[in-house]
């Protein structure tokens, strides 16, 4: 009847009383049958029926069984086939213990441990006749414990109550529970005293009470607990003295008194326990000297006084202690210097003296295995180099009187880990042994009076991760073998005397999270390389002589103010200030006739420095490019035109002949040629060298050679450099046919290109007459541009940069060498807009690929704050406008100095000697009333604010009104 009911749908409360009439149908039957094995099974799915059992660990649990014997997580008596044990650890269940485990007559062991468990305990559950030891730790169980709880608690020996949330008092009936052995009733709520009755449980091994909010004294009696081997009262609120009695409990061997309020003297009677190897009383107030008799505990291994009122000079007998591997006195009052018998405390494995009074050098039995040297060390541990102390982790002497030098054979100590002396007065230089420690992590010295430098060998300890420094007097230069240290997460050697540049080597350190170099004198400027640290989550560099931009990037552009502040040269939103301008040395214009608003802020030292620095960077690209040039022979011939069907762009397909694929610098088999007219001129046999003769020129994108096709048109061919830096082949293509379609008289014309992953050719039209550059400052013997000439190519160029503006493209590069002459004297203006065909317009890449358009550069591109536009390219135009009048490049380099055209002509304009600066070649032929207005109009194209400058379509209307009327008739006639 039973088994066909679902039971699920039933609430526990109808299922019990169900079961109940089940069971006592049952116990009937079993009078005549079998013994009552179904009592198991019907107290498991009771107990089930109150469980949420999220992860089905209980899926086995069938009502529908015999026997639970094969349950999971249940063991029986094979004999008798009753459930003996019950072991549910972390099997997720949460929800209330029910009354069906009361059922178990036969279950020696419960452990329902690591769950999730709530609700109060049943008050009967001890009072199971066969229980041996229930474990319920690790729970969230609550409430109070019934006082009688344990009244008749069988032959219960072991019980945990651990980690739930128990409250109120510990029960008075623990006591008369003598079967136990194991309490532990740690990290509950209970409070209150200690019940007396516990006392009398001779049987008792271990008591675990830490943990709760117990208070009050230890009663007496406690030497009756003769078979305590371990007793936890950490962390309660325990008071008074430790009473004399625990010496007598001779076979304890773990005691835990530490965070509580113990007061008194320390009993005398404790020397007794030999058996004793953990003794904890920290975080208490015990007084009095660490007492002489300590060394009589012989078998400890931990012995922690930490934060208590100790005083006095540590005790000699510290060295009988030779199983000692933790040793903690810090926090304390303890002076004096360390005894010399600890050298024999040879297992240590740490060592804390930190925060006392202790005076004289650093123990030598420690940090100097010279004096080792041949001494015969009784101890069978100590291998190769005769050290004692190679097994210590941890040595913390921080904040004591310790003084003297810091010079120690460290390789003694090769397990260390952890080393801090700070806050001591340490003299002397940082050994360079340090290096030789493989395993430390943390090294402090900070707060010291060190002095030298940090020293190189700093980089052999590669397993750093937290390296404090700080608050010496430490000069020199941060060692660049730092970057070895790859695991550092914290440096900070602030306030001390560094000097020299942040080593490029720290942006490598990847895990860095806290740097102070803050309170030094170090100079230079940010490496970039600090942008790509992804942890950092602090960065203190201030109250230095550092300068220049901070470095770009998310942490960085979010830098607080304080943590850069004190250095005056370091620019940039964070510290309110714009950075100069890279290249050109900004013009100060007369602020009343300009409304230019930040001109003049610069120190002229600054910008000289930038400047020539700039050069400097300029010969070493030169150089590079140099290099390549006697390599660079490409033919681009056998390419065959397979098709030309569209008439606007017809991409053509090749494959290599022999002679291609013996370019050196061509690796795939055919590449893609696009002649934007679709005339099929570029075919059979075209022949193109690429060769040094036939170079015209050469820029930051790439290298233009002249050619001539099979038909006798001559084109000339770029070949870009920044072949690696080009986009992916589509966004390549879109961007060369949009730049395809931009046609203006004023515009050399993009006729096609040729595409391989590894070479990008473009070929526009050959413009015959040589570049403007070329005329103005090679210009030979009387052969120069008149000034009608010159203004006919200013205008021209303003035209066509107008044109690129209302296509919205932005030309990136104006020089007087892209800007051609045609055969009738017309300007034609190259080049324009290949900073599309990098990746992004990313800044850094575009300067250094402008560089050598030195001195036509905004000075936006310097300042990550301000957006580039099409101002740039207006203020590239000024320069040129500039640069024609004058004959004058715009940057002219003396042996000794460098002189900005800009400069020049604004002195000149406001001084009143405007005609003086005009091209010398023209003085007495050029109408003044035209050149002084067109220089002004350069000189409001190079306002250094972008907004300041005016547009194109604008420059190009002034200028036509700057051109006296009869020349204008003379040009349109
Ligand atoms: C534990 O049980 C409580 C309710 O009894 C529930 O709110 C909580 O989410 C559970 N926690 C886990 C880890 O299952
Ligand atoms: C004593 O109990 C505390 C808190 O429960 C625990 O952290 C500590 O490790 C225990 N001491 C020993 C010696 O087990
Ligand atoms: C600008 O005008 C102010 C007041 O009109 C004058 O004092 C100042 O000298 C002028 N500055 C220059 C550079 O001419």
Not at 708 to 719: E, H, T
């Amino acid at each position: 009847m039973l088994k066909k009911m679902k039971m699920e749908k039933l609430s526990p409360f109808v299922l019990f009383w169900l079961l109940l009439l089940a069971v006592a149908s049952f116990q009937v039957r079993s009078l005549t049958l079998t013994p009552s094995i179904n009592d198991d099974v019907l107290g498991l799915i009771v107990f089930k029926a109150d469980i949420q059992d999220p992860t089905r660990k209980l899926s086995s649990w069938n009502e529908d069984d015999d026997t639970p014997c094969s349950w999971n997580g249940v063991r029986c008596n094979p004999r008798l086939n009753r459930v003996t044990e019950l072991t549910l650890d972390g099997f997720s269940l949460s929800g209330r213990i029910g009354r069906g485990l009361l059922r178990l007559e036969f279950l020696r062991k419960l452990s329902l441990a690591k769950n999730n468990l709530s609700g109060t305990i049943s008050p009967n559950l001890a009072k199971l006749e066969s229980l041996r030891s229930i474990d319920l730790s690790e729970n969230s169980l609550s409430g109070f414990i019934p006082d009688d709880f344990f009244k008749q608690c069988g032959s219960l020996k072991s019980v945990s109550l651990a980690n739930n949330m128990f409250s109120g008092n510990i029960p008075g009936s623990l006591g008369s529970c003598a079967t136990l052995a194991a309490i532990d009733l740690s990290r509950n709520r209970f409070s209150g005293s200690l019940p007396v009755g516990i006392w009398g449980l001779s049987g008792l091994r271990s008591l675990d009470l830490s943990g709760n909010m117990l208070e009050g004294e230890i009663p007496k009696g406690v030497q009756a607990l003769s078979n305590l081997r371990s007793i936890n009262l950490s962390k309660n609120k325990f008071s008074g003295k430790v009473p004399d009695e625990i010496g007598s409990c001779l076979l304890l061997r773990s005691i835990d008194f530490s965070l509580n309020s113990f007061s008194g003297l320390v009993p005398q009677t404790m020397q007794k326990l030999s058996l004793c190897r953990y003794l904890n009383l920290s975080g208490n107030s015990f007084v009095g000297e660490v007492p002489e008799w300590i060394g009589e505990m012989e078998s400890l291994e931990t012995l922690d006084l930490s934060m208590n009122k100790f005083s006095g000079q540590v005790p000699d007998s510290i060295g009988k202690l030779k199983s000692l591997k933790v040793l903690n006195f810090s926090a304390n009052g303890l002076n004096g210097s360390l005894p010399a018998s600890m050298e024999n405390n040879v297992n240590l494995l740490a060592l804390d003296f930190s925060n006392n009074s202790m005076t004289g050098d650093l123990p030598r039995w420690i940090f100097n295995s010279e004096n080792k040297a041949g001494r015969n060390v009784d101890n069978a541990s100590s291998t190769s180099s005769g050290a004692s102390f190679q097994r210590i982790q941890v040595l913390d002497f921080s904040r004591n009187l310790f003084s003297g030098e810091l010079s120690f054979d460290i390789r003694a100590l090769s397990s260390l880990k952890m080393l801090n002396l700070s806050w001591n007065s340490l003299v002397g230089p940082v050994p360079g042994t340090i290096g030789e420690l493989k395993a430390l992590d943390v090294l402090d010295l900070s707060q010291n009076q060190l002095n030298g430098s940090i020293p190189m060998e700093i980089g052999g300890a590669y397993s750093l991760k937290d390296l404090r420094l700080n608050a010496n007097i430490l000069e020199g230069k941060i060692p660049t073998s730092i970057e070895k240290c790859t695991l550092l997460r914290t440096l900070i050697i602030s306030q001390n005397k560094l000097s020299g540049p942040i080593p490029v080597e720290i942006g490598k350190l990847s895990s860095l999270e806290n740097v102070d170099l803050s309170f030094n004198s170090l100079t230079g400027t940010l490496p970039k390389q600090l942008a790509n640290l992804p942890r950092l989550s602090s960065f203190n560099i201030s109250h230095n002589n550092l300068q220049g931009e901070l470095p770009a990037g998310n942490f960085f552009n979010a830098i607080s103010p304080t943590a850069v502040s004190g250095n005056p040269l370091i620019c940039g939103s964070v510290v309110n200030k714009s950075c100069p301008a890279v290249l050109p040395k900004p013009i100060v214009l007369n602020p009343n006739t300009t409304g230019d608003s930040i001109s003049g802020e610069l120190p002229p030292n600054v910008g000289h420095r930038r400047i020539v620095l700039s050069i400097s960077a300029l010969i070493a690209i030169g150089a590079a490019a140099f290099i390549v040039v006697g390599v660079i022979a490409i033919t681009v011939l056998n390419l065959r035109v397979k098709s030309s069907t569209s008439r606007s762009a017809a991409p053509l397909t090749f494959s290599s002949g022999e002679e291609f694929s013996r370019s050196p610098t061509t690796d795939a088999n055919s590449g893609k040629l696009v002649m934007f007219s679709g005339e099929p001129d570029f075919s059979t046999g075209a022949h193109a060298l690429l060769n040094k003769d036939c170079e015209l020129g050469r820029g930051g994108f790439g290298a233009v050679y002249r050619t001539v096709l099979q038909d006798g048109r001559s084109v000339a061919i770029k070949k870009l450099t920044v072949s690696s830096l080009v986009k992916s082949q589509e966004e390549f293509e879109r961007e060369v046919k949009k730049l395809g379609k931009i046609t203006h008289p004023n515009l050399v014309a993009l006729e096609g290109y040729y595409w391989t992953p590894s070479l990008q050719l473009l070929i526009s039209e050959f413009v015959s007459g040589g570049s403007l550059h070329k005329h103005l400052h090679e210009g030979s013997g009387g052969n120069y541009l008149s000034w009608h000439d010159r203004f006919r190519l200013i205008l021209g160029t303003a035209k066509s940069l107008a044109h690129l503006h209302q296509s919205n493209i932005i030309h990136y590069n104006i020089k007087s060498s892209n800007v051609l002459i045609d055969a009738s004297g017309e300007p034609k203006l190259g080049d324009f807009g290949l900073a599309r065909l990098l990746p992004m317009l990313d800044r850094y890449v575009l300067s250094s690929k402008i560089q050598s358009a030195l001195g036509y550069m905004a000075p936006e591109f310097a300042c990550r704050t301000v957006k580039i536009t099409e101002k740039c390219d207006v203020y590239g135009f000024g320069v040129l406008v500039m640069e024609v009048v004058t004959g004058k490049r715009p940057v002219e380099y003396m042996e000794d100095d460098v002189v900005v055209l800009c400069d020049i002509v604004r002195g000149a304009l406001e001084e009143g000697r405007v005609d003086e600066c005009v091209d010398g070649r023209l003085q007495g032929k050029f109408p003044v009333e035209e050149a002084i207005p067109v220089m002004k109009l350069g000189l409001i194209c190079t306002s250094q604010v972008p907004s300041n400058r005016p547009d194109m379509g604008e420059v190009v209307k002034i200028l036509e009104l700057i051109r006296s009327p009869s020349e204008s008739q003379e040009d349109s006639g």
